[in-house]
């Protein structure tokens, strides 16, 4: 099972770019693209689900162009898209019930997958009730649920976790785990917590372009030695954030504790700090920043 994507770009005018050259080789497992608002993730994923069709480049599922033979693909996916609604008066059952239909799945198999899905996503008790009065989690819970019903190789989701309180967003994260197995989940979001505790491989992006695209191990391997938690006066700050990237700020009684991310120390009395993904994350969207200025 093998998702190819070869130099895909999507242009939107004659000179405003959704993606540009994006090429990214992913199999079974959790697929983490991380990157700010506006950097082409929710474009990425509608020309992979086949729903927008690309500028220039191609995607191959299992060997087979999709613009070309989109057929095959479409079996296999299921997609939880960021706008994801649903019909405020159908209850889980019937709601799932027609987008089983719009699948082709009819009948006692139908109403099996459904009951197996209530119960995975933990809406056994609530299938009963209109959609209109589910929370944000529980809706989110019927999306993935509608996005499974076909058994997908490929599953896609698009900014899950936003709006959700932090006990449903690890439910919904734990979840995502638990479904990767033999299939290929990715995972599109800028909030890096939702990525950290579930990715086999990340995939960073910003203005339509891949940055870069390893293991958490490879990320967090390149980012050492360029972690630096760093104390200065509190009157320094506003220039202290001009002139490094800042993850974090702290402020204590001996000044404003800071977690910088830059190759060289913010100052000699500087002292590296262990990385994390976010420091990772930060890296790579400030160089390609910097880049640009160029």
């Known amino acids: 099972m093998e998702l190819l994507i070869d130099k895909v770009s999507k242009r939107y005018g004659r000179n405003s770019w959704g993606l540009k050259a994006f090429s990214l080789k992913t199999g079974p ?29 191609e995607i191959m599922w299992n060997g087979r162009d999709i613009a070309i033979e989109p057929g095959e693909l479409r079996r296999s996916l299921g997609y939880l898209p960021q706008d994801f609604g649903v019909y405020p008066n159908l209850n889980a059952v019937e709601f799932l019930s027609y987008m089983a239909a719009l699948k082709g799945i009819q009948g006692s198999f139908a109403r099996r997958r459904i009951d197996e899905l209530l119960q995975l996503v933990n809406l056994a008790e609530a299938k009963k009730k209109p959609l209109g009065g589910f929370s944000g989690g529980m809706r989110q819970r ?15 989701v698009d900014e899950p976790t936003v709006g959700l309180d932090p006990e449903e967003r690890v439910r919904f994260r734990n979840l995502l785990s638990d479904l990767s197995g033999e ?42 030695g360029k972690v630096w938690e760093y104390v200065i006066p509190g009157s320094k700050l506003e220039e202290a954030r001009k002139r490094w990237m800042i993850s974090s700020t702290v402020r204590r009684s001996d000044g404003v504790h800071l977690r910088v991310v830059a190759a060289d120390a913010p100052g000699r009395e500087a002292i590296a700090a262990a990385a994390s993904l976010e420091d990772a994350y930060l890296y790579y969207i400030s160089a390609s920043r910097e880049d640009e200025k160029v």
């Open 142 to 156: 019927v999306g993935i649920a509608q996005a499974l019903i076909n058994d997908p190789k490929l599953l896609i």
């Open 29 to 57: 497992g959790v697929l983490g693209l991380l990157g700010p608002n506006g950097a082409g993730k929710s474009t990425l994923m509608r020309i992979i689900a086949s729903i927008t069709k690309a500028t220039e480049g």
């Open 183 to 224: 299939r290929i989940v990715i995972l599109s979001t800028h909030i890096v917590s939702d990525v950290e505790a579930i990715a086999t491989e990340i995939a960073i992006m910003s203005g339509g372009k891949l940055l870069k695209h390893a293991e958490p191990e490879a990320l967090l391997k390149e980012v050492e």
